[in-house]
């Protein structure tokens, strides 16, 4: 091997001449080459392979040194789990039209109102009261800016897309957990809106959403805290019209012989709901709207005021658009508590 490989580099790289004269000489030597070292390379490894094995066995380890070297199994492109594929669950909120309806309701359905939930954090808040803490003069400004930067949205046109219409946004409402600090921003955003908050919700209240590595609460806080947080997500997370409802609805009004002349339409406008609440449950609600494993949602991290933007569609696909965005603060106004 080494000595073709010397053989080309001397007359089939270093002289041109040579290769007008003898170019097939050079392809039949590479390709010899080549050959020679990749049966040299699978016997190298089958050698070694079979060693470790023969190792493994006589030792009464099984699996040796050697083979630990390679952890990852085959097609997974050296990341660990990463070739398991899961497929995205289309009716994760029960409402997805059933196979069998008509073609005719599912074409309806697809131009139902796309839903973009605008979840906010708090801003900063007084880490010295022991119950319940305010905003700080600073949080209030916070909530201040976010606001005039969600405002903007109402005035300019948002394309989420290169298939979709340019539209401008819609506030259709605006609620908060209902601790002080969610509730101030709340106000605070709804006031530059021009609106007010439609309702302060236990379900988005800080807490515990579920287990995750890195913290460990007491267990009877978890249990209490999990539930609640999930009922908050299947409360607010889901796409815009039943599907299944619909299905079902127009089958028993045609077994009644009382089907409408016209058809329903559900096509409308796109929505925009902001909420304001807390960084476990954002981070918790971002996990479980993009069915990734929800105990991980600590690996996320998100600063007062971030903007996390997801949109559901009529289909019930579901993407974000921006995590824990604070684009709208100057560096010097960033703050984490």
């Known amino acids: ?6 053989i080309d580099r001397r007359f089939f790289r270093r002289r041109p001449y040579f290769l007008t004269m003898f170019g097939g000489a050079r392809s039949a030597a590479r390709g010899a080459a080549g050959a020679l070292m990749g049966f040299a390379f699978c ?10 094995k023969k190792k493994g066995r006589d030792a009464g380890q099984g699996e040796t040194k050697e083979k630990a070297a390679f952890p990852y199994p085959p097609g997974c492109h050296c990341y660990p789990n990463l070739h398991k594929k899961k497929a995205w669950a289309a009716n994760w909120d029960g409402r997805a039209v059933p196979e069998e309806a008509s073609d005719d309701l ?4 697809k131009k139902a109102p796309v839903r973009h939930i605008i979840l906010i954090r708090h801003g900063q808040y007084d880490l010295t009261s022991k119950e319940d803490p305010p905003l700080t003069a600073l949080g209030r400004e916070q909530a201040k800016i976010v606001g005039e930067k969600i405002l903007t949205w109402t005035k300019e046109e948002l394309q989420v897309n290169p298939q979709a219409k340019p539209f401008k ?18 106000e605070i955003i709804a006031e530059v809106l021009g609106t007010k908050v439609e309702a302060q919700d236990p379900l988005l209240d800080e807490g515990v959403p579920c287990p995750t590595e890195g913290w460990d609460p007491l267990p009877s806080t978890t249990f209490q805290d999990s539930a609640r947080i999930e009922a908050g997500f299947r409360k607010y997370f889901h796409r815009s019209v039943d599907g299944f409802a619909a299905h079902h609805e127009e089958q028993r009004a045609a077994a009644k012989g009382k089907a409408p002349a016209e058809p ?6 796109p929505t925009c709901e902001i909420i304001a609440c807390h960084g476990n449950v954002i981070r918790y609600f971002l996990m479980r709207a993009l069915q990734l494993p929800p105990d991980a949602w600590l690996r996320f991290g998100t600063y007062n005021t971030g903007i996390t933007h997801i949109r559901i569609g009529a289909t019930g696909v ?12 100057r560096q010097s ?3 984490y508590h």
Request: proline fraction near 2%; include cysteine.
């Open 1 to 6: 091997l080494q000595f073709l490989y010397l």
């Open 43 to 52: 016997g190298g490894a089958h050698a070694v392979f079979a060693d470790a």
């Open 106 to 109: 599912k074409a309806r359905l």
């Open 169 to 186: 946004t819609t506030i259709t409402s605006v609620r908060s957990s209902t601790v002080k600090r969610a509730v101030e921003t709340g």
């Open 264 to 269: 329903k339409s559900f096509e409308g406008p």
């Open 318 to 329: 579901v993407s974000c658009s921006g995590f824990g965005d604070v684009g709208h603060l």
């Open 333 to 335: 106004k960033v703050t």
